[in-house]
T-cell receptor, first 112, second 112 residues
Framework: DTEVTQTPKHLVMGMTNKKSLKCEQH?????MYWYKQKAKKPPELMFV???????INESVPSRFSPECPNSSLLNLHLHALQPEDSALYLC???????????FGEGSRLTVL | GQQLNQSPQSMFIQEGEDVSMNCTSS?????WLWYKQDPGEGPVLLIA?????ELTSNGRLTAQFGITRKDSFLNISASIPSDVGIYFC????????????FGKGTRLHILP
């Protein structure tokens, strides 16, 4: 299994809602990342997890809250988002020895 | 499926040397991106290229979007120790606006 699976594929939420994005990989990768991609723009790094610990937070607002409950799973909890947070959220994992990146298909978020 | 061929896979150079790496594909891209991953961190965007033939510099880094839209190169001039890391190219496909394909990375080592 060489896939990174992200769910849901699409999410529409209001500014007062609480929702979560999920990312799963079973390749034994111990580094996982969240990226945000606005339309027509490159993916921008949000969070870095290494061995289930948050190592880098790229100055992301606290309304985004990541969680890594185990080595296969990475969540992104969303609360009180703004319309400008609407974007494609990409999860990636990285193979330790080769450094190869594996990206999921993304979760497309719309905040109304 | 679509893939990028990034080369070289790794490089060992002396400090002060120039570096060149490239990505090629059989697919046409409308955007080329170059990311750098410092040791222990996540890949972050270095340069984005949006037009065929475009040549863009960022300090000692220069990247070009190939005329055929199927390739891109990244040059680093007068390398310094902090250039160590993994460099990833990424292309955004013409027919799928938000789909980004990443290369497998070029690992740059600088010898003392």
């Amino acid at each position: 299994d060489t896939e990174v699976t992200q769910t849901p594929k699409h999410l529409v939420m209001g500014m007062t809602n609480k929702k979560s994005l999920k990312c799963e990989q079973h390749m034994g990768h111990r580094a996982m990342y969240w990226y945000k991609q606005k339309a027509k723009k490159p993916p921008e790094l949000m969070f870095v997890y290494s061995y289930e610990k948050l190592s880098i937070n790229e100055s992301v607002p606290s309304r985004f809250s990541p969680e890594c409950p185990n080595s296969s799973l990475l969540n992104l909890h969303l609360h009180a988002l703004q319309p400008e947070d609407s974007a494609l959220y990409l999860c990636a994992s990285q193979e330790q020895n080769t450094g190869e990146l594996f990206f999921g298909e993304g979760s497309r978020l719309t905040v109304l | 499926g679509q893939q990028l061929n990034q080369s070289p896979q790794s490089m060992f150079i002396q400090e002060g040397e120039d570096v060149s790496m490239n990505c090629t594909s059989s697919s046409i891209f409308n955007t080329w991106l170059w990311y750098k991953q410092d040791p222990g961190e996540g890949p972050v965007l270095l340069i984005a290229l949006y037009k065929a033939g475009e040549l863009t510099s960022n300090g000692r880094l220069t990247a070009q979007f190939g005329i055929t839209r199927k390739d891109s190169f990244l040059n680093i001039s007068a390398s310094i120790p902090s250039d160590v890391g993994i460099y990833f190219c990424a292309g955004q496909l013409v027919d799928r606006d938000d789909k980004i394909i990443f290369g497998k990375g070029t690992r740059l080592h600088i010898l003392p």
